[in-house]
C-alpha cells in the first residue's frame, strides 16, 4: 500500500503510480536503482518509485491522524529467542493442522519451487492424493 500528504489531505492507493499521477510526480532515480540492483521486493523500505509517495513496509500499518499520516510497525522488531528443540513441535502441528483444513476431502495441488512448498505437498500428501507440478529448464539445469 501507498500514501502520500499535502496540506489537503492524505491520499492512499494499491499502485503507486497512481498517487504520482495526481500531479506527475517524477519518479525517484536512488530508489529505481535500488530496486533494480537488488531486485527483492522490501528493498525500498517506505520509498516507493516515486518522489512524494510513501510505501508501507512490510509488518507496518499505515496510520492516519489529524497531524498527518505515516507507517507504524505492528509486529514486534525484535523476537525472544526459541530454541529449535522447543519450537519445532510447535511448528510441525501448525503445519499439520493447517494442511489438514485445506485438504478436508478436496482435490490439493502443489507448485513445488522449494522446501517449503515440497513439505506442504508431503504433508498433504499423507491424506490423500496430490497433484504436484514443478518448472525445469534446460538452461538452469545444465551444469
Sequence with gaps: MYWRSDGGGTWWSTAAAALAALDGAPADPTALA???ALAQPDVL???SLFRAVSRV????LLLI?????GAVRYEPAEY???DLRDAAPTVRAAFIEAV????DG???????AGLD????????AQRGPVTAVTFANATVSRS
Design 34 to 36: 535500488a530496486h533494480l
Design 45 to 47: 523500505g517506505q520509498w
Design 57 to 60: 513496509p512490510t509488518g507496518h
Design 65 to 69: 491522524t489529524p497531524q498527518g499520516a
Design 80 to 82: 525472544e529467542p526459541v
Design 100 to 103: 489438514g483444513a485445506r485438504c
Design 106 to 112: 478436496r482435490p490439493v495441488s502443489a507448485d513445488l
Design 117 to 124: 512448498s515440497t513439505t506442504l505437498a508431503c504433508l498433504a
